[in-house]
């Protein structure tokens, strides 16, 4: 075996997929693994950034590697350009010197065989969710403020973070705040700070997130429920790039990236005069728009399994196959609460449930009643769902009419366990007696 072959089988044991570039960032070592990511050989010799970053005219990663700073990218895929990829650079220092440098490349938009990619925590095998995390990826880039409009439970604080994570600010803090959450005098002294003596109870001078964010990302949930005399307050943060605390004499400098989020259409917001127009242009330099669950279906069966895989290690239960009826109930579910209503829909199932299969009957009734309901379903809200206990109790009962009242045939043939049949008989008030389930 060459020398360098060796090199770099030893180098694919102890760090995986990673690269080794000399001074003048040109590729001297590739591991195996790290091609197979790349998807081709990696030749070389050749210069890093051009490789990575290619006629692209933004090259953050590229820019960074050149003046010798450490860093963290989330790049397309060279060969192709669909997958993300996420590269991190270390330098490789020997007597003080910087000698080289060492990327490790690692699965922040690893391309399956089925399309599916994974961008800071947040799977997808869909077209427009895929475009979405490159624009996010060029975002993050710029310090432009950038808005997330999506439903409930969609994922918009994993985009927050996922912009801060891609952005040169991912050293500086992240900070969250929900704009829902607090009433308007202590919001505003949550956000912007107080000085002591500013109010009864302020007895020290306070910082508020707005400086605990300095140098990072300030992320505002729910920006739409800022009181309009806190959104003049913010418009003035971002004018002029300084904090003023509650009761305080002088601003306080502050570097900070806002992102915020909001389920509603700030655009009617404005309309309705409950938003300020001009903060509205401020904030939403990058709008972004996060589909619901429901309006990319595809990612349905994908998020199940990765979402079982995990759960799968926390579980008593382990989870190997999801009947093909449960999945399809879950695929025809509109999901109002997104990937978040999915999580509770799978935690419930690991509880109901027992045994290596997932089945429809260990769904909740109101995901499983989506069978026969499914048409006239989607879109319409949370109210409108059926009775989730009649509808259990419905299913159950013809069960037991079926079996000719055999609880354990019935177990069966709801995908139940006889133990978990039984309570929810009880629960539901079924006798456990045939004549009476049988009524
Ligand atoms: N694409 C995804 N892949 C994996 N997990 C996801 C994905 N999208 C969202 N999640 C998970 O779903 C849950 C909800 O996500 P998140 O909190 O970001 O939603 P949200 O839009 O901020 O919700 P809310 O409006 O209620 O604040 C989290 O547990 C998150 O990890
Ligand atoms: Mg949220």
């Known amino acids: 075996m060459a020398m360098a072959d060796l090199y770099s089988a030893a180098l694919g044991t102890a760090a995986g997929a990673a690269i080794v570039l000399d001074e003048d960032l040109r590729v001297a070592l590739v591991t195996g693994a790290a091609e197979d990511f790349i998807g081709g050989a990696v030749p070389r010799g050749v210069s890093a950034p051009a490789f990575f970053c290619g006629g692209r005219s933004k090259r953050p990663f590229a820019e960074a590697l050149a003046a010798g700073r450490a860093v963290e990218a989330t790049i397309p895929r060279p060969s192709d350009g669909k997958a993300m990829i996420r590269v991190r650079a270390n330098p490789i220092v020997r007597d003080d010197v910087r000698v080289g440098w060492l990327l490790t490349l690692e699965g922040a938009g690893e391309a399956n065989d089925d399309g599916a990619v994974l961008f800071h925590g947040m799977w997808t095998r869909d077209a427009k969710m895929k475009d979405l995390f490159r624009l996010l990826a060029r975002a993050a880039a710029e310090d432009v403020t950038v808005l997330v409009r999506g439903e409930t439970g969609a994922g918009k604080e994993l985009v927050a973070q996922a912009v801060h994570d891609c952005s040169p600010r991912a050293k500086g803090p992240f900070r969250a705040i929900n704009c829902a959450a607090l009433p308007g005098n202590l919001l505003e002294s949550e956000l912007f700070g107080h000085a002591k003596g500013a109010f009864t109870g302020a007895v020290r ?89 429901r309006e990319r279906p595809g990612d349905i069966p994908l998020l199940v399994e990765k979402l079982v895989e995990t759960m799968n290690k926390t579980n008593r239960r382990t989870i190997s196959h999801v009947a093909e009826s449960a999945m399809e109930a879950l695929t025809r579910y509109p999901f109002p609460g997104n990937v978040r209503e999915l999580k509770n829909i799978l935690a419930y199932a690991y509880v109901v449930g027992d045994g290596a299969r997932l089945e429809l009957g260990h769904l909740p009734p109101e995901v499983a009643a989506v069978d026969s309901l499914a048409p006239s379903f989607a879109g319409e809200d949370a109210a409108s769902f059926p009775d989730p206990e009649s509808h259990d109790e419905k299913r159950i009962r013809a069960a037991l009419v079926r079996t000719g009242g055999s609880r354990e045939q019935a177990a069966k043939l709801l995908g139940l366990s006889r133990v978990t049949l039984w309570r929810r008989m009880r629960e539901l008030g079924i006798a456990a007696s045939r004549k009476r389930a049988l009524k």
């Open 205 to 293: 001078d306070t910082l508020g997130h707005m400086q605990l964010a300095h140098r990072g990302t300030l992320f505002l949930d729910e920006v739409a429920e800022l009181p309009l005399d806190l959104q003049a307050k913010l418009l003035r943060v971002l004018e002029t790039r300084s904090v003023l605390p509650v009761g305080a004499r002088d601003g306080v400098p502050v570097d900070v990236r806002i992102v915020s989020a909001t389920h509603r259409a700030l655009r009617r917001e404005v309309e309705a005069g409950r938003f300020r127009a001009d903060l509205m242009y401020r904030l939403r330099v990058i709008p972004i728009f996060l589909p619901a669950l």
